[in-house]
T-cell receptor, first 116, second 109 residues
Framework: GAVVSQHPSWVICKSGTSVKIECRSL??????MFWYRQFPKQSLMLMAT?????????EQGVEKDKFLINHASLTLSTLTVTSAHPEDSSFYIC????????????FGPGTRLLVL | GQNIDQPTEMTATEGAIVQINCTYQ??????LFWYQQHAGEAPTFLSY??LDGLEEKGRFSSFLSRSKGYSYLLLKELQMKDSASYLC??????????WGAGTKLIIKP
């Protein structure tokens, strides 16, 4: 139980395009989903927290107009990187809180974004 | 401020035992988590402690002392595949996870 999927796993795009990443909790309802970014050899960095049906809460320094988050249902959240630039290239990981141990965050496998 | 401390890197030998410590200072406490993260992959959940004491799960055990703001992850019978980063995280009063920087564990034959 407590499986989280992410799609796509890899994205290569041109600078200026927008990229959408989906995060799904497959076997539980996630009251809260989280989006993280991780640069090589660095720690996880929380970008935003989203609850179903409400606006996401962004961490300081994260541009909400650039990283659009939609939490449409208890099993789906999407992150759209708008007008991506090379510096947005990173490993984006979502997590979902819920399942048997409701306080636990279960992570998706991550999405590698490379902006050329 | 909120702070999680854990060693940056540790080295151990295959078949041995290693203990990774984590100390924390947070505003509120709703549990402590350990995650394993292999290079290039997302973290996977290992354990959750909210009460004092030792939780054992196969080769991995996690200990918590709330009064001391201290936890450790104990790995027994180390295998090469245990080479990874181990992340300590504390849920604060709002259930937000405060993350440690992770401990890179290197296993040598």
């Amino acid at each position: 139980g407590a499986v989280v999927s992410q799609h796509p796993s890899w994205v290569i795009c041109k600078s200026g395009t927008s990229v959408k990443i989906e995060c799904r909790s497959l076997d539980f309802q996630a009251t809260t989903m989280f989006w993280y970014r991780q640069f090589p050899k660095q720690s996880l960095m929380l970008m935003a927290t989203s609850n179903e049906g409400s606006k996401a809460t962004y961490e300081q320094g994260v541009e909400k107009d650039k990283f659009l988050i939609n939490h449409a249902s208890l099993t789906l959240s999407t992150l759209t990187v708008t007008s991506a630039h090379p510096e947005d290239s990173s490993f984006y990981i979502c997590s979902a809180r819920g399942g048997v141990v409701t306080e636990t965050q279960y992570f998706g496998p991550g999405t590698r974004l490379l902006v050329l | 401020g909120q702070n999680i401390d854990q060693p940056t890197e540790m080295t151990a030998t295959e078949g041995a035992i290693v203990q990774i410590n984590c100390t924390y200072q947070t505003s509120g406490f709703n549990g402590l988590f350990w995650y394993q993260q292999h290079a290039g992959e997302a973290p996977t959940f290992l354990s959750y402690n909210v009460l004092d004491g030792l939780e054992e799960k196969g080769r991995f055990s996690s200990f918590l002392s709330r009064s001391k703001g201290y936890s450790y992850l104990l790995l027994k019978e180390l295998q090469m595949k245990d080479s990874a980063s181990y992340l300590c995280a504390v849920a604060d009063s709002n259930y937000q996870l405060i993350w440690g920087a992770g401990t890179k564990l290197i296993i040598k034959p």
